[in-house]
């Protein structure tokens, strides 16, 4: 029998997915006529399921009955040139023509399908190529057939090609022209971009913290997919905090295990791999006023304000900039005063390795 779990960053699990509310509340805006939303930025600490929640609201729009005969989905590369792959994917889906208006540009819809660029009658004529108003064209014939366009960037960071595209990208929006975007990224990496002088929009569009999977649905899977009782299901789903890739990760362990393992058994592996590969990441990405903090909560499961203050010592005057930003980051959670992470084992990575 195949392993029904995906322990690959970015893959979409196919067998064990677990559908979240933020899912479904994108998908329902996108559902009306005309969306009160343009823009989502879901924000996420690695491994949390960022790129399922833009996946699966991309494979909705594309298959879903619902929404199918009026979108048009385009999935960009944020490490290419972000407009060249809008405007191909526009040609390709019909809304160019076989020869622009503007005569310095010709679209080849097979070479741009071919992964092609965008070919120039001269380079006299090239001068007065705008390729922003060569997409502007397209948007409206878009708008003339009825047809919608979400445009998807996984992982987005403050590059060049991004901070173009987002300038062209609030000029549609000022056009009205039927457009929506939505990206994922991790907090500091959203932030930057927002920081960028004239992305006004950007900065107030609506921002989605991905959140733990649900206990009840995690345990159902557990005990479904891997034919074990609810009790040890439900033990499972706790030991994942709600974390995505905890959950993928102990779900493909106990499908490969021996009969002679039991659960406890599995535990160093889990570890190993949460350290390795997503925990490591997660220091190296932290400041050191984060480190700081977060080495101060390793000894309990949870801690108060007053506990933490008296910790900081002279730095205590910090601690509310400090919280909020590994609250935004999602390495913390705070509930009824109390903080603690969000992460299984986040301690102990930094007890053994920080």
Known sequence: MQNPFTTTFSKNPEYSYI?????????????????????????????????????????????????????VVIDVNPAREILTQIAAALVKDGFGKASSKNKS?????????????????????????????????????ARKKRRKILIGIDEVSKTAQMVQFASEYGKWLRADYPVYLVCTGLYENILEVCN???????????????????????????????????????????????YAYAFQELGSLYFKKDASQDLLALMPALKSELFA???????????????????????????????????????????????????????????????????????DYIKEYC
């Open 105 to 141: 540009i010709s679209f080849s819809a097979s070479v741009l399908g071919s992964g092609g660029g965008i070919g120039f009658s001269s380079e006299k004529e090239s001068a007065f190529f705008d390729i922003g108003i060569e997409i502007e064209e397209m948007l409206e014939n």
């Open 277 to 347: 590969y997503s925990y490591e990441k997660i220091w190296e990405e932290l400041t050191e006023a984060d480190r700081f903090l977060v080495k101060l909560l390793t000894e309990k499961k949870d801690y108060k304000r007053e506990e933490i203050l008296t910790l900081m010592g002279e730095k205590s005057g910090n601690y509310s900039m400090y919280r909020d930003r590994l609250l935004k980051r999602g390495i913390i959670e705070a509930r009824q005063a109390y903080i603690s992470f969000t992460l299984p084992f986040f301690a």
């Open 19 to 71: 559908a979240t509310e933020k899912t479904d509340e994108i998908l329902e805006n996108f559902a009306y006529e005309k969306p009160s939303e343009s823009v989502y930025k879901v924000t996420g600490v690695r491994g949390s399921g960022k790129t399922v929640i833009l996946a699966k609201i991309e494979d909705a729009l594309r298959n879903d009955g619902r929404f199918s005969k009026d979108w």
């Open 196 to 242: 960028v002088k004239n992305l006004t929009f950007f900065r107030r569009a609506t921002t989605v913290k991905t959140e733990p999977l649900n206990a009840v649905r995690m345990s159902e899977m557990y005990r479904r997919l891997l034919h074990i009782d609810l009790s040890e299901a439900r033990e499972m789903a706790k030991i994942t905090k709600g």
